[in-house]
């Protein structure tokens, strides 16, 4: 019997389930994110240090995990940690690893860009009013770094989302492989559902990140 | 690490890591066509094509890659649209990034003052003048920065294809991994193969960049 795609998207748990698969990746990116802005605001600060080992050590550490498809750092993790150091992750766990050491580098960046872009003579100024440079960094310069911050850490978290669904090649079950599971044992049933199911996730991705992407550059727009 | 296991799946590594350039510079054109092309198109102010580049570049940049080739892949034929998986990865890739490269020219374009073609009108520079010798000049070198890091995201974005049965580095990586059980080797050629890929290309923007910006603004 041959029926519309559309009402497989509705059968018994099918939708609940997609977005239970949705919150799989969420849970990844928000876990992996809110770890990324604490180590990430850390990383900035000591970025901006004049040191030259500190530069070229953190530097070094930004580009490989810019370099690296994330899915390369994954399989690293995933598959070689277990080898060398008899550390035993799970899909989920090994994701949240590697997205805070990704994040952790894209974070770090954002930072120093963020406190490098304030003007020299703020600082110069508050410290000419005998502040000392906690007291700077605390009440002059951090508070305005946030202000630059805040958009482009947004957009981070959107790109966070959006590399989710990498994680089902590690064996996690997220929205993309959850679609595959309720399309694979229907295919003859429903043979246009992959069209219906694919459709939604992707829209289910878009009702997620089209928010968040709005509110970052509103946010840009204001403080600018 | 057993080299002669690595020495033995080198070709298939290096067959693979062909694969990968292919559909990343052919995916990077298409995307740079249709990021200047949208860009015109939203610079121009064209009445509806404005609000479809809108829509594109909103539906393009809030899904991600690995979805959008499942729908093309899989969803697609169901409405007798075949596409082969290469074609499917390259369409991917061009839809993805082509959004990217519009907002990139977009800033590029919108950073220069306009003062600076008023000055050119008033000098008596007409339209495609004013343009080619002073509005693009200064805005592909804002640009730059931004084109290169997108160019270098669309190629690590190409490690999602083997979704779609692609035999790219990660595909052929994750085969040796499930048949041989030869993880680290595997692992090893993998990144050394995006390593040599990327780095080159990572280094060579950063010296197009300033090359550029010391051509433009002279510091």
Same mark, same amino acid.
């Given at each position: 019997?041959?029926? !519309?795609?559309?009402e497989?998207?509705?059968q018994?748990?099918?939708?609940?389930?997609?977005?239970h698969?949705?919150?799989? !990746? =969420?849970?990844? +990116?928000?876990l +992996?994110?809110s770890?990324?802005?604490?180590?990430g605001?850390?990383l900035?600060?000591?970025?901006t240090s004049?040191n030259?080992?500190?530069?070229?050590v953190?530097?070094?550490?930004?580009?490989?995990?810019?370099?690296?498809?994330?899915i390369?750092l994954?399989?690293?993790?995933f598959?070689?940690?277990t080898?060398?150091f008899?550390v035993n992750?799970?899909?989920? !766990?090994? =994701?949240?690893v590697?997205?805070?050491?990704?994040?952790t =580098?894209e974070?770090g960046d954002?930072?120093? +860009?963020a406190i490098t872009?304030?003007?020299?003579?703020?600082? !110069?100024?508050a410290? =000419?009013?005998?502040m000392?440079?906690?007291?700077?960094?605390?009440?002059?310069i951090?508070?305005?770094?946030?202000?630059?911050?805040?958009?482009?850490?947004i957009n981070?978290?959107?790109?966070?989302i959006?590399?989710?669904?990498?994680?089902?090649l590690?064996?996690?079950?997220e929205?993309?492989?959850?679609g595959?599971q309720i399309?694979?044992?229907?295919?003859?049933?429903?043979?246009?559902g992959?069209?219906?199911i694919y459709g939604?996730v992707?829209l289910?991705?878009? +009702?997620?990140?089209?928010?968040i992407s709005?509110?970052?550059r509103?946010?840009?727009?204001r403080?600018? | 690490?057993? @080299?002669?296991v690595?020495?033995?799946?080198?070709?298939t590594f290096?067959e693979?890591t062909?694969?990968t350039?292919? $559909?990343?510079?052919f995916?990077?054109?298409?995307?740079?066509?249709v990021?200047i092309?949208c860009?015109t198109? /939203?610079?121009?102010?064209?009445?509806?094509?404005?609000?479809?580049v809108w829509v594109y570049?909103?539906?393009?940049?809030n /899904? #991600? &890659?690995l979805?959008?080739?499942?729908f093309? *892949? *899989?969803?697609? #034929?169901?409405?007798?649209i $075949?596409v082969?998986?290469e074609h499917?990865?390259?369409?991917g890739?061009?839809?993805?990034g082509?959004?990217?490269? %519009?907002?990139?020219?977009?800033s590029?374009?919108?950073a220069v003052? #306009?003062?600076? @073609?008023?000055?050119?009108?008033? &000098?008596?520079?007409?339209?495609v003048?004013?343009?080619?010798? $002073?509005?693009l000049p200064?805005?592909?070198a804002i640009a730059?920065p %931004?084109?290169?890091?997108n160019v270098?995201f669309?190629i690590?974005? /190409?490690? $999602?294809?083997?979704?779609?049965?692609?035999?790219?580095?990660v595909f052929v990586a994750?085969?040796q991994?499930g048949?041989? *059980?030869t993880t %680290?080797?595997?692992?090893f &050629?993998?990144v050394?193969?995006y390593l040599v890929?990327?780095? #080159?290309v990572?280094?060579?923007?950063g @010296?197009?960049?300033?090359?550029?910006r010391? %051509?433009?603004?002279?510091d």
């Amino acid at each position: 019997m041959r029926h !519309s795609g559309i009402e497989l998207l509705f059968q018994g748990q099918n939708f609940l389930r997609l977005l239970h698969g949705l919150w799989v !990746s =969420a849970s990844i +990116a928000l876990l +992996a994110m809110s770890l990324s802005i604490v180590l990430g605001t850390g990383l900035g600060i000591v970025m901006t240090s004049k040191n030259r080992v500190v530069k070229f050590v953190t530097r070094a550490y930004l580009e490989t995990m810019r370099i690296m498809p994330q899915i390369v750092l994954l399989f690293l993790v995933f598959f070689d940690l277990t080898r060398y150091f008899n550390v035993n992750l799970d899909g989920w !766990s090994a =994701a949240v690893v590697v997205f805070t050491l990704w994040g952790t =580098a894209e974070m770090g960046d954002l930072v120093r +860009a963020a406190i490098t872009s304030i003007p020299k003579h703020q600082y !110069s100024s508050a410290r =000419a009013l005998g502040m000392t440079p906690w007291q700077v960094q605390r009440a002059v310069i951090l508070p305005q770094a946030i202000r630059r911050l805040l958009p482009t850490t947004i957009n981070l978290t959107n790109r966070m989302i959006m590399t989710t669904p990498l994680v089902a090649l590690i064996g996690v079950v997220e929205v993309l492989k959850t679609g595959q599971q309720i399309i694979d044992p229907n295919r003859f049933a429903y043979p246009d559902g992959s069209l219906w199911i694919y459709g939604t996730v992707l829209l289910l991705y878009f +009702a997620v990140c089209f928010p968040i992407s709005r509110v970052a550059r509103l946010l840009e727009r204001r403080w600018s | 690490m057993n @080299w002669a296991v690595i020495q033995a799946t080198l070709p298939t590594f290096i067959e693979a890591t062909l694969l990968t350039v292919r $559909v990343a510079a052919f995916g990077i054109v298409g995307a740079l066509i249709v990021g200047i092309l949208c860009a015109t198109i /939203t610079r121009a102010k064209l009445p509806v094509a404005r609000q479809l580049v809108w829509v594109y570049v909103e539906i393009s940049r809030n /899904t #991600p &890659l690995l979805g959008q080739l499942f729908f093309l *892949y *899989y969803g697609l #034929p169901k409405l007798g649209i $075949v596409v082969d998986a290469e074609h499917c990865a390259v369409i991917g890739l061009t839809f993805l990034g082509g959004s990217f490269m %519009a907002e990139a020219l977009r800033s590029g374009l919108d950073a220069v003052e #306009p003062i600076q @073609w008023q000055s050119a009108q008033s &000098l008596g520079l007409s339209g495609v003048q004013t343009m080619r010798h $002073v509005i693009l000049p200064q805005a592909t070198a804002i640009a730059m920065p %931004a084109l290169t890091a997108n160019v270098i995201f669309l190629i690590k974005e /190409t490690s $999602v294809v083997s979704i779609i049965a692609l035999a790219d580095l990660v595909f052929v990586a994750k085969e040796q991994i499930g048949s041989d *059980y030869t993880t %680290a080797e595997a692992l090893f &050629l993998l990144v050394s193969c995006y390593l040599v890929i990327l780095l #080159p290309v990572s280094l060579g923007a950063g @010296w197009l960049e300033r090359r550029l910006r010391h %051509a433009t603004f002279g510091d």
